[in-house]
């Protein structure tokens, strides 16, 4: 089973076979094109296809090489875990994938951050369900656009500051972005428990692609699991092939 995540800013291609889940490109979304998709489809004939997308006109790049065979994760379908959203046709499907991953993998109440182009917080309650979250911008977001709307601020690049106390721009820059992101995250869980009544268990899963960078000093998450969404993904997919095959879900 082919599993694709199409994010803003980066897509990528695992492959799961034999109860373990491999990755095997990371390509920019916006190379995506029907010259590589081909290539892939060519490459796993036999293979099905769960697509999750939050880019919609590269769906085709896929739909039309894998006709047949491939299954896109909305909020449509059964996922195995309740919706408790106002309007899920709102929801993102890598969201619905963390989510489902959350709920079967580590539990529940649980949130899984993902620092991806935009970071995003989803919450499954103490039900299971999926009841909702945060977007924030992303880290690379916040310095890229300090960068385009000033004249004179250097567009830096991130990694763990030296101090608070910056000694020049560039580390003052990085410092605001870091430690600064870092306590939104840490306020911003607080906030979470507080909502969900405080439940004397609450499970953090950090994900995408600045996760460690950020969770390196902050004690309240408990795991990085940098191929959480490919996980749901997979979970998805199997319910959908079993179901369509009318053979029972085996977790």
């Given at each position: ?9 980066v897509?990528k291609i695992?492959?799961?076979e034999?109860?373990?889940i ?9 190379q ?10 060519q490459k ?12 919609p ?6 739909e ?33 994938s963390?989510?489902v ?23 499954v309650?103490?039900?299971?369900a999926?009841?909702?979250?945060i977007?924030?911008p ?13 004249a ?8 763990e500051?030296?101090r ?12 605001g972005?870091v430690?600064?992101?870092r ?9 979470i428990?507080?909502?969900l009544?405080?439940?004397?268990k609450?499970i953090?899963?950090?994900?995408g ?9 902050l ?9 959480l ?13 079993k179901?369509?095959?009318?053979t029972?879900?085996?977790?």
């Open positions: 089973m082919i599993l694709v995540d199409v994010s803003n800013t897509t695992g492959l799961f034999d109860g373990k491999s990755l095997l490109d990371k390509i920019p979304t916006s995506i094109g029907f010259d590589f998709t081909e290539r892939v489809a796993f004939p036999l293979e099905d296809l769960i697509l999750c997308s939050v880019v006109k590269n769906d085709l790049y896929f039309w090489p894998f006709r047949g065979r491939i299954y896109k994760i909305d909020p449509s379908v059964p996922l195995g875990i309740p919706i408790d959203y106002p309007n899920p046709a709102e929801i993102g499907a890598d969201r619905l963390n989510a991953a959350l709920a079967f993998l580590y539990g529940y109440p649980a949130v899984a951050i993902d620092f991806g182009t935009a970071t995003t917080f989803d919450i309650d103490q039900k299971g999926f009841c909702g979250g977007i924030a992303g880290l690379n977001m916040m310095t890229t656009y300090l960068h385009e709307k000033t004179l601020l250097p567009l830096v690049d991130l990694k500051p030296l608070i106390i910056a000694h020049s721009t560039e580390e003052a820059v990085r410092v972005a430690h600064g992101y306590g939104m995250v840490k306020y911003l869980l607080e906030k428990k507080e909502e009544g405080f439940p004397q609450f953090v899963v950090a994900t692609g600045q996760c460690r960078l950020v969770c390196s000093q004690g309240s998450v408990e795991y990085i699991d940098e191929l969404t490919l996980k749901g993904i997979r979970l998805i997919g199997e319910n959908l092939i179901i369509q095959k009318k029972p879900l085996l977790i």
